[in-house]
């Protein structure tokens, strides 16, 4: 009996951590468009790209979020990344447009960057 209480609390610990690590916390949309305004440092932005940005990224997190949750299977990676990627490129194209054309080159070199760092992943 001693066992099975123990084994019990054992598999009920395991579980709880595992909840806890939950994968990668994203935070809110507004942390999140935080986080990459501050990536984007070496870009040197205005405070007004900044604020524009800020809701771009937001935008782009919500809709992500979307996505997200409209894939209940969890496990269907093509599918996410499918519906990513005109996202993605969205989102891209919005952040371009507030953009000089040296900050154009700097953000696509960072986003290169990133593609090289996904492909070794």
Known sequence: MKRLIMAMG???FMASFA????G?????PDQRAERQIAQ????????????????VFIWSAKRVDSVRTTLTD????????AKMAPLQAETTTKVNALLNDEQKKA?????????ARMRNN
């Open 40 to 55: 984007l440092e070496t870009l040197k932005l205005s405070a007004e790209q900044k604020t524009k940005l800020k809701e």
């Open 107 to 115: 953000y696509e070199a960072i986003l290169e960057e990133r593609r």
């Open 10 to 12: 054992l598999i009920l």
């Open 19 to 22: 909840k806890a690590q939950g």
């Open 24 to 28: 990668r916390q994203m935070g809110t």
């Open 74 to 81: 969890g496990g269907d990676f093509q599918a996410l990344r």
